[in-house]
């Protein structure tokens, strides 16, 4: 019996067909999907970061204006009372004096009166503004259309 040297045994059937790439094979796929899942949870971590340090710092501009609101609500009411006790009577007197009628006087006492408190509420509004985070929905919206 004589034995002829032949090349390497081929298996009997292939499961790919010629010119057809092999995938990769599962641990490598494994390995990409827990990479990619460890990007994104680092992303995630460092958007959550950011976004909270921009608005401890968005708070901490606004902590003067927060102040002044604050002032000026506790100081409101001895505004109200300090005009309706001394100002008021002593406008009364002269709008008295002026017009000779207590109608006319009472109204424009009524006037400086409504415009003094149209005045506070617009310096409430400009200051309550500020303490709304522009920045941050800035910077939100900004993030949302970078990942879009």
């Known amino acids: 019996m ?15 067909a010629p010119g057809v790439e092999e995938l990769p094979n599962a641990r490598e ?16 971590s460092a958007y959550a970061r950011a976004l909270g340090q ?3 710092s968005e708070a901490a501009l606004a902590k003067v204006n927060f102040t002044r609101l604050l002032l000026l609500a506790l100081a409101v009411p001895a505004i109200v009372f300090g005009i309706l006790l001394g100002v008021d009577a ?11 009628d207590i ?3 009472f ?3 009524l006037a400086v009166n409504t415009g003094l408190l149209v005045l506070t509420l617009l310096l409430l509004r400009r200051w309550w503004r500020s303490l709304s985070l522009p920045r941050s929905r800035a910077a939100l919206a900004k993030a949302v259309e970078a990942f879009k």
Do not use: I
């Open 90 to 100: 002593l406008l009364a007197a002269l709008a008295l004096r002026l017009f000779g």
């Open 29 to 44: 796929q494994a390995a990409d999907e827990h990479a990619s899942l460890r990007q994104f949870a680092s992303d995630v």
């Open 107 to 109: 109204a424009s006492v």
């Open 2 to 16: 004589s034995v002829e040297p032949t090349g390497p045994a081929e298996p009997p059937f292939s499961s790919a």
């Open 54 to 56: 921009l608005a401890f």
């Open 103 to 105: 109608t006319l006087a």
